[in-house]
C-alpha cells in the first residue's frame, strides 16, 4: 500500500454537492481488481474510477489514458458522470490531451471522445442498443413507480453499457412526484430511468427535460445525475422525434440537488453529453 493522488469531483454541476460525486484515483499503476473493488466499497459512491496507461490498443486509436469504473458492487464497462468527472480529474492534475480541444478516454467499452469547451465537457454518446419494452414488465414498473398506465406515453429498453427501461411520462409533475418502492424495484432486477420533455425555454439556462433514474439493482435506489441514462434517453426521443436536437436536462431535484445536463446532436447525428464539474476533495489515498 501507498499513497495515491486522489480527488473527489462533483459532476454535472458547477457548485459542491448539486451534482453527482465521484471518486478518483489518479493512479492506479500495480492495483489488483480486488484493490479496486475493495477501495469502491470503502468509498461507498456510485462510482469511483482509477487512471491508468492507456493499452497499446488504446495508445493507438488516440487514447489519453484508461480508466476503470467501479461501482461499490463491481465494475461498469462505461458510465456517464465518471467518465466526465474522470476527465476533469485528470485535467485538473496538470494532464494536457494529445489532441488540443479533445480528450480520448480508453473504458471496457471502447474509446470515448470527450470535448472541451470552456468550463464545460462533452462526452460523445457511445452506440446504442434499444428494443421494445416487455409488455409483461412495464405494468410491474408501473406498479411499483405508482404510475398509471394512461401517464406512460412511451417505453424503451435502453443497452449503452448499463441497461435501463426508460418511460416517457406525461408531466414533470408525474416525474418529479414519484415514490417508488426500490424494495419492489430491486426484486424486478431492472434500472429504471423516467423523463418527460416539456418545451426548451428561449432561455437555455432553463431546462426542458427532466429525468430521474432508479438503480435499486446496482445498490442505489436513486441516482443524482445519471450520464449515461441522458445519453440513451436522448438517443431515443430524438431518433423518434420525442425531443429536440438540443435541451438541458435537470435532475436530481428530488435528492436536494441541481444537477444539469447539456444535450446536443451534432451535425453527423452524433449525441453529445455535457456538463460542468467541481472539485471538491484532493489529496492522497492510502491503497
Not at 447525428?269 to 455535457?274: D, E, I, K, L, N
Amino acid at each position: 500500500m501507498r499513497p495515491r493522488p486522489f480527488q473527489q469531483i462533483d459532476v454535472f454541476s458547477d457548485r459542491p454537492g448539486d451534482g453527482n460525486p465521484l471518486a478518483v484515483v489518479l493512479d492506479a499503476h500495480g492495483l489488483a481488481d480486488a484493490d479496486m473493488r475493495r477501495f469502491a466499497a470503502w468509498a461507498n459512491l456510485s462510482e469511483t474510477t482509477f487512471l491508468l496507461p492507456p493499452t497499446e490498443a488504446g495508445l493507438a486509436g488516440g487514447a489519453d489514458y484508461r480508466v476503470r469504473i467501479f461501482t461499490p458492487g463491481g465494475e461498469l464497462p462505461f458510465a456517464g458522470h465518471p467518465t466526465l468527472g474522470t476527465c476533469h480529474a485528470w485535467l485538473q492534475s496538470g494532464r494536457l490531451p494529445r489532441v488540443d480541444g479533445t480528450v480520448v478516454q480508453e473504458s471496457a467499452l471502447g474509446l470515448v471522445r470527450i470535448r472541451l469547451s470552456g468550463e464545460r465537457m462533452a462526452f460523445a454518446a457511445p452506440p446504442l442498443r434499444r428494443w421494445a419494452a416487455s409488455p409483461a414488465l412495464v405494468p410491474l414498473v408501473a406498479s411499483a413507480l405508482g404510475v398509471r398506465p394512461q401517464q406512460i406515453r412511451a417505453a424503451q429498453m435502453l443497452d449503452n453499457g448499463p441497461v435501463w427501461l426508460a418511460l416517457l411520462l406525461d408531466s414533470a409533475e408525474t416525474v418529479l412526484g414519484l415514490t417508488p418502492d426500490h424494495a419492489r424495484l430491486k426484486d424486478l432486477g431492472q434500472d429504471v430511468g423516467v423523463v418527460h420533455v416539456g418545451p426548451q425555454a428561449a432561455d437555455t439556462a432553463q431546462p426542458g427535460v427532466v429525468v430521474r433514474a432508479f438503480a435499486a439493482p446496482m445498490g442505489n435506489p436513486e441516482d443524482p445525475v445519471t450520464g449515461s441514462l441522458n445519453a440513451s434517453i436522448a438517443q431515443w426521443l430524438i431518433a423518434e422525434g420525442l425531443a429536440p436536437t438540443s435541451y438541458l436536462v435537470a435532475q436530481g431535484e428530488c435528492l436536494g440537488r441541481a444537477g444539469r445536463v447539456h444535450i446536443a446532436q451534432d451535425a453527423d447525428g452524433q449525441v453529445w453529453v455535457g456538463g460542468r464539474a467541481v472539485t471538491c476533495i484532493e489529496g492522497t489515498a492510502l491503497l
